[in-house]
């Protein structure tokens, strides 16, 4: 994998990535030339039009990472693939149109951007054909080799056989537990030199699993393993790398403390996180009024009271706020205002509600709390004071997460369905975490571009 602003991308996708962007420019290139010759029109070199074809690409790109062009799903079924990648590219076009309007000296013309759009969509395809087993092949896999023969071990033998998986387990290790789980493992007793041992083996890194580590780290051998150039991981950073989650079974306090992240050093990204807030706030608000009171006025005509309503929230550092939302539900949705979990297909949703909710509509005045402060576009989604009084108690770490502005998209919210129970809270928790923990700019960026997977196919909507 390769680290990108805190955040790690793997090299099966950045290596698609480069290709698709080069491919791209491509198409942009043939669809001007195939065009030019049909009207006669004097070829000039490509330097010419560089621009124009960077503007193309770019675009494409980035409406393609949106719409989840390269997530393990696109990764594995070529079907799957070629639907994101068909609507990403016409996305990129739309967006492009503007970009066109507002800088023309970027534009390609509309017969030009009609064929290299076509062109795109068909090399773009047939390039994940011919890699389709590839990428997915041992050769793009880091081979790892686990210390430890128990629970821990089992865990990242089920994580290596999903779908996706970047990484192949080439060698168990029991280090002498009492609950060995691991058939294959070989005892440590039978390896007389562990570093050789793990360099035959060809692995690039060496991840301790072991259940108990109170007098039983084996010091000698990781550092021999590490002086042979091979990468040692503990069981949690390792899953937080593989899972873009922070593992609530395996965590302590003193990891949270020693390993890297939650950075104060992050002043100046903080100031353009605001001002992001506030620019993006107030062009949304402006932008989907209409849309806002013409919902409103929906959700007036089909059922009696209000149509938005203000509901209590926790935001930074536990410190309560209202949340202003286009009520969704009925108006006797809770009795005596005692907080309930929103189930899937809840009854106490309205014709009106469940259209604004897979559409995110409902969100959208949370823009005047993005505006005021009290939110931020990105950040973990603000709970209401009742659940978090439970959950606290219930979940260790829970508190941490407040120790980031809450917001209407999050890490959490493009990775995992609406919660509804205490284990999902869980499961949530440690995406929010993993965000209050690798906080940078860039994270934002790639929230808010995953956001539009969620709105376009919005899985788990409630």
Known sequence: MIRLFKHYVPNAVLLLGVLDIILLMMSAEFGWTIRAAQVGMAIEPVHTRLPQLVSFALAIEIAMVGVGVYSAESLQSIRFAAVRLTVGIAL???????????????????SNLLYAMALAVVSLVLLRI???????????????????????????????????AGFAVVGYVSMSESNRVIPEAIARDAIYNLADH?????????????????????????????????????????????????????????????SDGFSSGRMLSGVFKRLFDVLASLILLVFTLPLILATALAIRIESKGAAFYRQRRVGLYGVPFDCIKLRSMRTDAEVAGVAVWAEKDDPRITRIGRIIRKLRIDELPQCWSVLKGEMSFVGPRPERPQFVED??????????????????????????????????????????????KNYSPFLDLLILLQTMRVVLWPDGAR
């Not at 502005?405 to 919210?413: L, M, S, V």
């Open 92 to 110: 990129g076009v739309l967006a492009l149109s503007a970009v066109y309007f507002i800088v023309p000296a970027f534009s390609l013309w509309r």
């Open 130 to 164: 011919l890699l389709g087993k590839t990428l997915g092949s041992q050769a793009f896999k880091r081979r790892i080799v686990v210390l430890g023969a128990g629970a821990r071990a089992e865990r990242l033998r089920q994580l290596s056989r999903r779908p996706g």
């Open 198 to 258: 793990v360099v035959l083996l060809n692995a690039s890194e060496v991840v301790l699993a072991l259940e108990e580590r109170r007098n039983a780290l084996p010091l000698k051998d990781l550092l021999r393993i590490k002086t042979t150039g091979v990468h040692v991981n503990d069981t949690s950073t390792f899953l937080e790398r593989e899972t873009g989650r922070v593992d609530l079974d395996s965590v302590n306090p003193s990891w949270l403390i020693f």
């Open 391 to 436: 959950l606290e108690t219930k979940l260790p770490y829970y508190a941490e997460r407040h120790m980031v502005k809450p917001g209407i998209t999050g890490w959490a919210q493009i990775n995992y369905p609406y919660g509804a129970s205490i284990e999902d809270s869980r499961q949530k928790l440690e995406y929010d975490l993993y965000y209050a």
